[in-house]
């Protein structure tokens, strides 16, 4: 005896709403750097490591210890940001990546100036024959804000905006080493050294 079969039901395909996933603070200053410069910033650990060991390997250990913490890796303290104002800086250049020349060189201080642009920081070396000039983004990792810049040379009155022309893009961290003390960290510079890191400290007499 015949019959009817009543068909199975299709399948119904029900959409489920996924959370949007919340922007991070990394997002802001990855969306304006270069992949090379967020890939620079990744290795900054490798950095301190290919350094140290080659300045250390070329009897300069009594050197990088008599800088304290400031050439300390692991020396990075909570409250990177700095206070707009005059500061000293100096750079310490590590490791060498032509085998030729120095594996350790320390520079006269110069002048720099933190202050407030469209709501980021910025650093401004003011004399010199090379001067970086960048903003300062936060990041994830509370220890430490994000440098982003580039170099200006000779007797240009103006320095270039970071991403205008690569040879002259600069990307690092900052970090706060001690009171009233920080340093900028610029791994895998375009130099010959294998870091560069500029101390900042205030200047006592402040400009009102």
């Not at 913490?69 to 100096?90: I, V």
């Not at 490791?95 to 350790?104: A, F, Q």
């Not at 040379?153 to 009171?179: I, T």
């Amino acid at each position: 005896m015949g019959g009817c079969v009543k068909p199975a039901p299709r399948p119904v395909a029900v959409a489920v709403p996924v959370a949007a996933v919340p922007p991070t603070k990394a997002d802001a200053w990855e969306r304006v750097a270069s992949a090379a410069d967020i890939d620079r910033i990744r290795r900054t650990g490798q950095a301190w490591t290919a350094a140290l060991t080659d300045a250390k390997a070329h009897g300069f250990r009594g050197a990088i210890a008599s800088e304290g913490d400031l050439l300390k890796p692991t020396a990075a303290l909570a409250r990177p940001a700095p206070t707009p104002g005059s500061y000293n800086c100096r750079l310490v250049k590590l490791g060498n990546t032509t085998r030729k020349g120095p594996y350790y060189e320390k520079f006269k201080p110069f002048f720099c100036y933190v202050e407030v642009e469209n709501n980021l920081l910025t650093i401004v070396k003011q004399t010199g024959s090379e001067r970086p000039a960048g903003r300062l983004w936060e990041d994830d990792n509370p220890y430490r804000l994000i440098y982003l810049g580039s170099l200006a040379l000779g007797d240009e009155q103006a320095s270039r905006a970071y991403g205008e022309n690569a040879k002259r893009d600069m990307a690092g961290v900052l970090e706060r080493v001690g009171p009233f003390q920080w340093r900028l960290v610029i791994p895998w510079p375009r130099g010959s050294s294998k870091l560069d890191v500029f101390e900042l400290t205030p200047v006592g007499d402040q400009p009102k």
